[in-house]
Nanobody, 121 residues
Framework: QVQLVESGGGLVQSGGSLRLSCAAS????????LGWFRQAPGKEREFVAA????????LYADSVKGRFTISRDNAKNTVALQMNSLKPEDTAVYYC??????????????WGQGTQVTVSS
């Protein structure tokens, strides 16, 4: 059974940093990219970043390039999202996604419960 559990959300001032973590269990290597999506109130879920099983391939949304870094540790079954230079428009519920690869929600099979990130101006 696959389980994804996010942690690390919270409230931060504009320009600050947060590090999100996702503990992933039950994933096999095949098709097991891990990604982060976010959803703000009244908006659709949008892609943030993704990393391949090997960690050698990454994808980023244009809006977070140069500010966010995704990484994974297969020994610990975790994926992290380091978020720097945060802006109020980064405020959203952030979701960990697994069992796929790509930049749209339907590319992934498994989802975590989400963690709230709030950036104050």
């Amino acid at each position: 059974q696959v389980q994804l559990v996010e942690s690390g959300g919270g409230l931060v001032q504009s320009g600050g940093s947060l590090r999100l973590s996702c503990a992933a269990s039950g994933l096999t290597r095949s098709g097991s990219g891990l990604g982060w999506f976010r959803q703000a109130p009244g908006k659709e879920r949008e892609f943030v970043a993704a990393v391949s099983w090997s960690g050698l391939s990454t994808l980023y949304a244009d809006s977070v390039k140069g500010r966010f870094t995704i990484s994974r540790d297969n020994a610990k079954n975790t994926v992290a999202l380091q978020m720097n230079s945060l802006k109020p428009e980064d405020t959203a519920v952030y979701y960990c996604a697994g069992g796929g690869w790509g930049m749209i929600p339907s590319d992934y099979t498994y989802w975590g419960q989400g963690t709230q990130v709030t950036v104050s101006s």
